[in-house]
């Protein structure tokens, strides 16, 4: 099979690589997207560094580039500022000058944290994302958001930095744990419900549901659509100020399960459950159609994801009031009351509360 390619047109242009066993490929792949690259600083973790960092490392240093590394303690709290300072560290000891560059080796919280050491060492150097997790392929590795942690809060600071190049091996998502594969099988359900019907077909007709993970052709197809509806959404709102928001679907009841579950509970599975709670409530609110929820419900649980929670409407406004993306006191939800088609919906801290108690 051929690599599949999507352009990404920006305010930075680069490509999206999808394909199986591209982590071989690494060396000749970073050398086009960074050409004038010498020195390379490869971010990984203490999961994925063991699975692939040799391989990465002996491409790369096929390829000529002098290869730094560092390797942190894997999970999102190590997603702060000492573990960027240790990689602008390492990048000033060994002298990179701005056409020097950072590739991201890991899950989300890699490659959040490789590109936001990226934009701010020098005031920006490159950034090649190897996304290795199927959220991160699917999403975070996409559109050039990165960032940190702060104690109190999540992702509240960082910067928009685009990559030079994001190379997606679907071989890699053999070794995730299956809840980790699991998980971000909620946001792949995302993209099918806000705009894409022909995905959503093909994960209603996929038979073997619970063997998803070990087919890789079938992956490497879900992995490009959902790719190429990202690109399409950031291409029109780069910065997030409009049509971005559809990314949110499920997010913001999302965000506060998450969060009340003191991170125990995984991202993709409170989105999943936030997607759940949106559809339930909107059948209740006569703003969709029973065939249309129910497909949204049975197909979160087909693929093993829960499609609620016991959050109740009073803990759900709270939350969503301390979520940073809110603008001032009105709360951007997202419907979806057709399949494919997703709607920002204003609503005041008392009409979500009402929505939310109808179902
Ligand atoms: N920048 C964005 O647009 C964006 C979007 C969504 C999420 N995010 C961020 O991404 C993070 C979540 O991403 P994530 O779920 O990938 O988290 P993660 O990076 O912690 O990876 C999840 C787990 O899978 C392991 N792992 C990753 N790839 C593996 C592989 N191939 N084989 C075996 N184990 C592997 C990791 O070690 C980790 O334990 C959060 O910090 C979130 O804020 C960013
Ligand atoms: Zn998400």
Redesign the pocket.
Known sequence: MTDIRIHVRASREYDVVIGKGLIAKVGQLVREAVPKATKILIVS????AP??LDTVKGSLEGEGFEVEEVVFE???KS?NIDTIARMWGVMAKAGFTRTDAVVAL???????MA?FAAATFLRGIDVVQI??????QV?????????I?LPEG??QV?SFHQPSMVIEDTD??????PD?FT??LG?VLKYAFIMDKELLKVLEIYEDKGNLQNDTQTLTDIVKACVADKVEVITEDEFDTGRRQILNFGHTIGHVIERDSNFTK???VCVAMGMGIIADACLAAGMTDKATHDRMISLIEAYGLPSGDGITPDEAVAGVMNDKKKRGNTISLIVVRNIGEAEICPMDPEGLRIFLSRR
């Open positions: 973790e203490t999961n994925v699975l692939y894997a999970g999102e997603k890991g899950g989300g919280v890699t490659g959040d590109g996304p290795t997790s199927l959220l991160a999403d975070a590795s996409v559109g050039g958001k990165t960032g942690d999540k992702n960082g890699c998502l053999k070794t995730l744990s980790k998980e971000g946001e995984d991202h993709g």
